[in-house]
């Protein structure tokens, strides 16, 4: 990776918080602890949020103290007169600024400054004065800040401005720019205080594991544990795996492994199924689509399509989320990122499930397992924050019917939920952003851009010509038996021994090295080392060469930073 020598790289990726330079030594995270014990015993003491707040602002954790910040502000707005309480709001409201700061929202932050420097007694004038010149540096930078379009495309005034960077640094290699209002956060899968990843590969779930591959793949297949090279996952610790593993010998064509969604969700854009995603119509007769059947709740707008997924939905999520909109995620989800709200639609379903069940998400049995590697090597062990996310987890507590200060259903929880989900979801019918469904089991294989097998359902998502006839019957089927449309099955594509590992294919195989290589880094996190990708003399994709985080980190020491960045022509 070609880094200039202009720019330190290193600088780029620390925030200051009061001299302090956030280290991420886990220096305080014993701090962190105590605090988040104590708020077990009293969740709603705002001084308690508050001093976790500014614990995670000096290890590092923006995205953590903006929503204990924003706990600060709600707690003490309920209690209006109270001057102690009125101190501690003010001070909520600084660590929530900072946090904005931290990520990278600059207009954010800037307009909590000007709140701030106008408050009272709580900040002497050295630190008003601060405060004033921080939201006009801040406000400055906003307006001037990069912004490409969320797709990604860069538009004619980001392409001149890429040049112009790209020639005054040096860089040789693209530059990466965050979407529009996005920031960026660290996170490599996993917070310190979260002890699950080793849970997830000890002995007893391994063996909870392989029951269910017993029945699912009729004893056909064995969950084994894989070291994964590290320079495939370079931003990560979790270098151990889980893969699957032949017991026996197959045959090309042969069916290893069926497995119905455990949760599935659909964007919402049509009529499908809320339970297993199936296109409805009004009247009988179409081939694959199924009848409405509405929520037995008048007043719900959730459609089925039988009894069965009624009753299934019921019995996981749907009696909490019965007749309450969604349409504050689905607006919000939108601005993220516009056609992808499965992943939003897919927390919610999990966070009402876990609170059916009084327990963390991330506890859920089904889902346990499931890998938390993720995009971010592709992002330097980053990943985009957008300020909606405040938004859509505080509507998903209210759906789930959840209290902000319950700390089974903590932010850090939505945060690596939404990880897990990055790289388990499957799509299914529609186009590739309609719908999606968690399959635990399936989830368990390995990529390979020669793969062993393939997965096809009744749809026709993964259909491919050759084997038309595999595909027909298998339609047939699941017609004839009615099961769950959205089920997953695995077939092997060729003759594979006893004892093999088993690999799929998570991208297009029809695309070359560097696009596969790319594609996979973007979505999965890991740099592949296939044999078709090794045999392939076509050179192993490069990362960017350089990542404009958070640029107005540069002006907390670069004064001249932002004279420089003011003078590129925008226009
Ligand atoms: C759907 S999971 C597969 C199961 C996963 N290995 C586990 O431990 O649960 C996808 C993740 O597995 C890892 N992975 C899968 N195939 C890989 C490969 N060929 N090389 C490196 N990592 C791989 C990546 O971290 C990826 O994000």
Redesign the pocket.
Known sequence: MSATKNIPRVHKFFHQFEGITTLRDDKYISEWNEYTDKLTKTPNDPNLWCQRALVCLKEGYPEIALIDAKRVLLLCDEIKDNIELQKISYKGRYYYAEALRALGLPGMSASEYEILKDLSETFNKTKKEKFQILALKLRQLSNIRIQVSPDGTAEPKNELLLKEISIRWGFTSPIILSYVDCGWFRFNGQYPWDKRPNE??SATILRELQKQLDNASNKKLKVVL?K??PD??KE?K?T?????ESIKDFTTHEIILEEDPFIAGHNHFSNRCEYCTLELVEKPGHPRCSVKYPCHNSRCKELFCNKKCYKLAMKLYHKRLCGKSIDTIIRSAQRVRPGWNHIFILVLKLFALAKERDINPLDIKEIK???????NSYYEGHLPWDSEYEIIYFEILKLAEISLYDLQYDFWVFITLMAIL???VFSGEGNIRDTHGIFPL???????CNPLVIHMNATERYFRKDLTQQFMELRQKYQQIDCNRFRFTTIALQNVMKGQEI?TC?IDTIDDKQQRQSK?LY????????DKCEADPQCHFSLPGAICWNLHYYTDNDESFLSQFKCLNLE
């Open positions: 997830r590969i894989r994964l090279p495939s996952v990560s979790m151990i795996h889980l893969g699957v397992h499931l890998s938390r590697q993720h995009a990055g790289v388990n399936t989830s368990l294989f390995n990529h390979s690999f998570y996979i979505t999965y996190g890991f740099i592949c080392h296939c």
